[in-house]
């Protein structure tokens, strides 16, 4: 899983620079859309060691690391100062 570690740190910073440039109401269902998508991959996994499974494997921890940074933009933007 080495490899969803390095896409999701790759991925992070473009998700914020997103989730900062444009309006939270596009970008958080998106991202949510998409770890939905990876979602419902699995359940065309007929077999666990292929690689389309490892695919599906690291195209979840990737959305799940962009609904989290478009979460916590939100969040952190509307925060009290």
Excluded: H, Q, W
């Amino acid at each position: 899983m080495i490899v969803s570690v390095v896409l999701g740190l790759l991925i992070v910073p473009i998700a914020g620079r997103l989730a900062d440039k444009y309006n939270p109401l596009v970008i958080l269902p998106l991202s949510f859309f998409i770890r939905f998508c990876s979602i419902v991959m699995f359940m065309f996994i007929e077999n666990p060691k292929t690689y389309y499974a490892f695919a599906v494997s690291v195209f979840v921890v990737v959305g799940t690391a962009m609904e989290n940074v478009t979460v916590d933009c939100l969040l952190l933007r509307n925060a009290d100062r």
